[in-house]
């Protein structure tokens, strides 16, 4: 049941509603392993980070499970820095600075020790990077989850097509599906999203839940009503990492678990969004998640009983 | 398990990106009256129709079991019309004529046979009017739902505030909330509302479902994802009757049961979007009814199997 994931680690500076942070740690792979590492304990790592990217923020990862042997440290290189301002409604933000730092010669090679894993997470990167980690792989795994954003479709369309066209799970926001799709239709945007290749479509909606595709089958999550959302950065990845921690402690890829996976995701970005940063992740306990899951339950649960 | 339902019946011209029509019959009361009259058989309509509302319509409504002693005709006056533009994303609309007609005299008179009606459902109007039917009921019913929008929280706040003070159910989107809270969070909004009054409120969102709030308990109804919304019009009208419809007819009105209600609600508007105005309303069975139902068990089903 080991998982790779592959992601920038990194740092943030963030302007919510609710306060300001200058630097503090992030990137997608970041908040995938701490999400993923309460369900699986054999993770590695890819990424890259320069000299100034704390190892005690790894050791506390390494502590969980996850192995950094896949890390490039460039010693006299700045790690991945990005800069975001969030309006009131929390849904949309301003990129402030973004600056590639090492990320920009990022060209992963897996070590020996990364061969046979059997899930994939591709956290959003330039879909080139993602393309050539699959192809690392000499055995393909179980499973390829993949993440992308708006920003590919804009500048690396044809090479994204490629990667979407390689792998099991896609994962987009609303808005991405219908700029990839050119359909209006959420139904009929996540039919062209599976005909371009994955067998399975997660469309994320923020306060408003997710929906998995799969065939002509369509499950909806919804997203936990909270009191606060206090920085919604993360919860993405955080989202991915509690969806394929699942499914790579369970190695079960139906698409009834998945819906499970699903809720457990949903569940893991609730707990992000509650503090800046992955701190709201670094504190709780499996209690915590069971409890959190269980209010999941709650909030669908209904009887049919028409009389 | 007769049903009071207050309202309006209109004509509407329309204009969506799928299509026009120029005179259409609608109203908040029409699209109620069209979905309870499925699940309760004694309905007591509330309205008032200048002389050029078609008799038809009328006759069509009372097969199913729709009083009209209650709908004051005026002769030589002209129905309330009403003309709007959606954009492409259905959820926001300009509105091209309001011409209010006989609906800037409306002052009903319930009729003898209307007293003893246990369950009320106040469609979107001004709000002394829904606070005068309330006044003229000698018994309370059993319960009183209510509906309204923006346009009276900036223009008769505090008549809005006492007669929603009077009502046991408030159903409101999600922008509505917000503003008639002053709060952003959706759950500060609700808690901030039930205080106002409404034991349970419901907060609609669209595409993206329907909260429910009663205490301290949440339930989030999703909506079918569609492959095409064709005309929104009437779907909120359409929400409510299936909802109020369905408590009249099984007389239980626990928060268990509203869910169900708010699930039997949401199918309604699932059909009344597909075609033009409330004509789908107008052809669909209890066959459909219930298989549209059973796609939303479907549509949220999931075990919690974390091994």
New interface residues.
């Given amino acids: 049941m080991s998982l790779i994931v592959v992601g920038t680690m990194a740092f943030d500076a963030l302007e919510t509603p609710f306060g300001k942070v200058d630097k503090i740690i992030g990137g997608s792979a970041t908040y995938v392993a701490w999400s993923a590492s309460n369900f699986c304990n054999n993770i590695k790592q890819v990424s890259i980070v320069g000299g100034d990217f704390p190892q005690k923020e790894m050791d506390a990862l390494a502590k969980r499970g996850v192995a950094f042997e896949g890390v490039e440290v460039v010693k006299d290189g700045k790690s991945f820095f990005w800069s975001g301002r969030y309006h ?2 929390m849904n949309t933000r301003d990129t402030l600075v973004t600056d590639l730092n090492v990320l920009a010669q990022f060209n992963p090679q897996l070590p020996d020790a990364y061969q046979d894993c059997e899930f994939l997470m591709l956290g959003n990167l330039v879909p080139a990077v993602q393309k050539s980690v699959i192809n690392q792989l000499k055995k393909r795994p179980k499973l390829i989850v993949m993440d992308t954003m708006n920003f590919w479709m804009e500048s690396a369309l044809d090479e994204l097509k490629e990667v979407i066209g390689m792998v099991d799970v896609l994962l987009v926001n609303d808005s991405e599906a219908r700029q990839l799709s050119g359909e ?5 945007a ?1 039919a062209k999203i599976q005909a371009m290749g994955p067998k399975f479509l997660i469309i994320k ?1 923020g ?3 997710a ?1 998995l595709f799969h065939n002509n ?7 936990l ?5 206090f920085d919604p950065t993360g919860a993405g990845d955080t989202f991915a990492g509690g969806f394929i921690g ?1 499914l790579a ?2 190695k079960d890829i139906s698409y ?2 998945m ?2 996976a ?3 995701g949903s569940a893991m970005a609730s707990f992000c969004v509650e503090k800046f940063g992955p701190s709201r992740l670094q504190e709780i306990t499996m209690e915590d998640i ?1 409890d959190r ?2 209010e999941f ?11």
Same sequence: chains 1, 2.
């Fill in positions: 009131m409604d209006f239709s959420i139904v009929k996540a909606k306060e408003h839940g929906l089958q369509v499950f909806y999550a919804p997203a009503p909270l009191e606060d959302v699942h402690k369970t009834s678990n819906k499970t699903i809720i457990v069971t899951i269980n339950v709650e909030l669908v649960n209904f009887d049919i009983n028409l009389v």
